[in-house]
């Protein structure tokens, strides 16, 4: 099984594919970020493990080994590269999510309304009746309301293991096209149901309201939208995953 088991910061994943290079060795860019991406953790071991996180969710990395190095193209680097941490914050927790089941498992405890309270004991019994109780699903559970700490969904509270719920983050305007390519690497398909994909558990911490804006502006450029009776689909540009390198 893999976890959320140690935390991450959005500015640590965007410092991370900032150094990223095309055809780099995996060894170099680890060197590269235990350096520079995470200054604010002052063990090594610590910053290891979590940037053991963000390369196997934000980085494809073909071969195996010593010889192991990136691809030849990254979008989660382009958009890096032309966009702020807090931009693209909302899409990086959404790939985060998407990518880790024990994450999504927490998010009924987790989406509430602002000032509400999440308890880290709470999420950790709920986890373990999920999924028993092994290391990666105990260490999930801090892990993960760190993580929505540092993202700005929650907010410490009075007691140790409480935080305060604070608010879902909206997707920019710019990068909304990269939150629908993350998700249709899970869920492949050349159509989207417009309301299903508000739906997803994996965007349940995003603000979805500003969704139909968003479909409606960047047609036609990566799909076109349609309506079948009460439902609206966008038929997607991509059919594949070098055409969405072409558009992205």
């Known amino acids: ?43 090594a071991k610590s910053r290891r493990n979590s940037l053991v996180i963000i390369l196997r969710n934000f980085v494809l990395s073909p071969g195996g080994g010593s010889q192991r190095q990136t691809g030849d193209f990254n979008p989660w680097a382009v958009y890096a590269q032309r966009f702020s941490a807090l931009d693209l914050a909302p899409v990086y927790l959404a790939q985060l999510l998407l990518a880790h089941e024990v994450a999504r498992e927490a998010l009924p405890l987790l989406a509430q309304s602002p000032g509400e309270v999440c308890r880290s004991e709470a999420l950790r019994r709920r986890l373990i009746a999920r999924f028993g109780e092994r290391k990666v699903v105990t260490n999930s559970a801090s892990a993960l309301m ?45 159509q989207i149901d417009l309301e299903q ?52």
């Open 1 to 43: 099984m893999i976890g959320l088991d140690f935390p991450v910061k959005p500015e640590w994943i965007h410092a991370v594919l900032r150094l990223w290079q095309p055809q780099q060795p995996v060894s170099v860019l680890v060197r590269a970020a235990m350096s520079q991406a995470m200054p604010d953790v002052a063990g």
């Open 197 to 248: 994909f508000a739906a997803h558990p994996a965007l349940a911490l995003l603000a979805t309201d500003g969704f139909q804006a968003e479909w409606e502006a960047h047609q036609p450029a990566y799909w076109s939208l349609s309506a079948r009776l009460d439902t609206r689909f966008a038929t997607l540009k991509a059919a594949d995953a070098l055409d969405w390198a072409r558009l992205l």
């Open 146 to 190: 760190r993580t929505l700490q540092y993202f700005g969904v929650l907010q410490a509270g009075a007691r140790p293991g409480e935080y305060l719920f604070l608010r879902r983050l909206p997707a920019a305007h710019p990068v909304f096209p990269l939150l629908v390519w993350a998700v249709w690497q899970f869920h492949p398909a050349p």
